[in-house]
């Protein structure tokens, strides 16, 4: 297993259109995590899963934003009716809870623009 | 309010001039705190978890600490491709999302 992979890596799209991200975790783990970090900040945390159950959303989170597991394995974020101030980078990572270790490994991103 | 604050912002060092990079928090019930190195337009990269005070860990020229408030990472000797920006997180004990800090950018010049 090569890590978390986050697909596409960039994406331009125009104000009012909906995008979706795809992330596929580490194969083992059961908790996946979506955060978004903006240039010169840290990551802020958005919504996680254990396993298909999404256990916590951010109050940050407005309604134009979705997220899925609905197996378990890979997941999917939505933001429907972009808006300039969405433009972001936004992280997947992965963890294993009940394993030794508790550290999440994130993935490479994905770059939104919204023109 | 949990926080998570990083100091300094902006660091810049001569190859081989050691340094150190604070973070300090205050949270309810800290869980772990957790070190994470980030190049640009890539995501984090995991480098340490620290547990409970007093606790240290250590990957070649990096070397992590924990007290109950706050955490030290200490590089020495640093070389350029230690450039980058360290970020800090902390997990509370009710919940397992992460919570970071802005970043030390660390700039290593030969």
């Known amino acids: 297993d090569t890590g978390v992979s986050q697909n596409p890596r960039h994406k331009i799209t125009k104000r009012g259109q909906n995008v979706t991200f795809r992330c596929d975790p580490i194969?083992?783990?059961?908790?996946l995590y979506w955060y978004r970090q903006t240039l010169g900040q840290g990551p802020e945390f958005l919504t996680y899963?254990?396993?298909?159950?999404?256990?916590?959303k951010s109050r940050l989170l407005s309604d134009r934003f979705s997220a899925e597991r609905p197996k378990g394995s890979f997941s999917t974020l939505e933001i429907q009716r972009t808006e300039q101030g969405d433009s972001a980078m936004y992280l997947c990572?992965?963890?294993?809870?009940?394993?030794?270790?508790?550290?999440?490994?994130f993935g490479q991103g994905t770059r939104l623009t919204v023109v | 309010e949990d926080q998570v604050t990083q100091s300094p912002e902006a660091l810049r060092l001569q190859e081989g001039e050691s340094s150190s990079l604070n973070c300090s928090y205050t949270v309810s019930g800290l869980r772990g705190l957790f070190w994470y190195r980030q190049d640009p337009g890539k995501g984090p990269e995991f480098l340490f978890t620290?547990?409970?005070a007093g606790e240290e860990k250590e990957k070649e020229r990096l070397k992590a600490t924990l007290t109950k408030k706050e955490s030290f990472l200490h590089i020495t000797a640093p070389k350029p491709e230690d450039s980058a920006t360290y970020l800090c997180a902390v997990a509370m004990s009710n919940t397992d999302k992460l919570i970071f800090g802005t970043g030390t950018r660390l700039q290593v010049f030969p």
């Open positions: 620290l547990y409970s």
């Open positions: 194969s083992e783990h059961n908790r």
């Open positions: 990572a992965s963890s294993l809870v009940g394993g030794t270790n508790t550290e999440a490994f």
């Open positions: 899963f254990q396993n298909e159950a999404q256990l916590e």
